[in-house]
T-cell receptor
């Protein structure tokens, strides 16, 4: 596709519910990242995939957070037993090269999660 | 670990004023440096980047110079427009980061009034 696509755009969940957020990266992009952006803050790294391999999950805040990319394209971020502190915008980004730390990331518009 | 510090906003300016947003970083070695912009209702977009010391990134009238000696990457524009109203994020990609993982600053909201 033309850009990184995320769905849903908005999600309201009651505390304790499970949610699943989807990311469709740019076709052919090898690297995929998830970020969490709290209101008024900069994005915070959650996890990184290279194709289907999850190479870095150091930013996941708890074991309630789980991400997968089983076929190396679409990725899903799952949050179990949501808490109010999980309310944030979840951003997905993709990039073409496997390595190359000077390559920019292409971001989706994000999913705004509100936990009530 | 890697970190980025940028000036807090909001910054309110009149049209055609000069804009500076300060950004300093802490990282091992020689990271790549970026400015991203988030316009209202839109996703993060790359504004400019610099990959080595003394490089100057530029785009849409914005400039930033990679200063290794001061570990800074300040963003400047000589004459802002109302359409420049947005949130600006300074970011770095460190040499030890997985893939090209970005570390962001907290963002600076800029409001340009006509």
């Amino acid at each position: 596709g033309a850009g990184v696509s995320q769905s849903p755009r908005y999600k309201v969940a009651k505390r304790g519910q499970d949610v699943a957020l989807r990311c469709d990266p740019i076709s052919g992009h090898v690297s995929l990242f998830w970020y969490q952006q709290a209101l008024g803050q900069g994005p915070e790294f959650l996890t990184y995939f290279q194709n289907e391999a999850q190479l870095d999950k150091s930013g996941l805040p708890s074991d309630r957070f789980f991400a997968e990319r089983p076929e190396g394209s679409v990725s899903t971020l799952k949050i179990q037993r949501t808490q109010q502190e999980d309310s944030a915008v979840y951003l997905c980004a993709s990039s073409l090269p496997r390595t190359g730390y000077n390559s920019p990331l292409h971001f989706g518009n994000g999913t705004r999660l509100t936990v009530t | 670990g890697d970190s980025v510090t940028q000036m807090e906003g909001p910054v309110t300016l009149s049209e055609e004023a000069f804009l500076t947003i300060n950004c300093t970083y802490t990282a091992t070695g020689y990271p790549s440096l970026f400015w991203y912009v988030q316009y209202p209702g839109e996703g993060l977009q790359l504004l400019l980047k610099a990959t080595k010391a003394d490089d100057k990134g530029s785009n849409k009238g914005f400039e930033a110079t990679y200063r290794k000696e001061t570990t800074s990457f300040h963003l400047e524009k000589g004459s802002v427009q109302v359409s420049d109203s947005a949130v600006y994020f300074c970011a770095l990609s460190g040499i030890k980061a997985a893939g090209n993982k970005l570390t962001f600053g907290g963002g600076t909201r800029v409001l340009v009034k006509p």
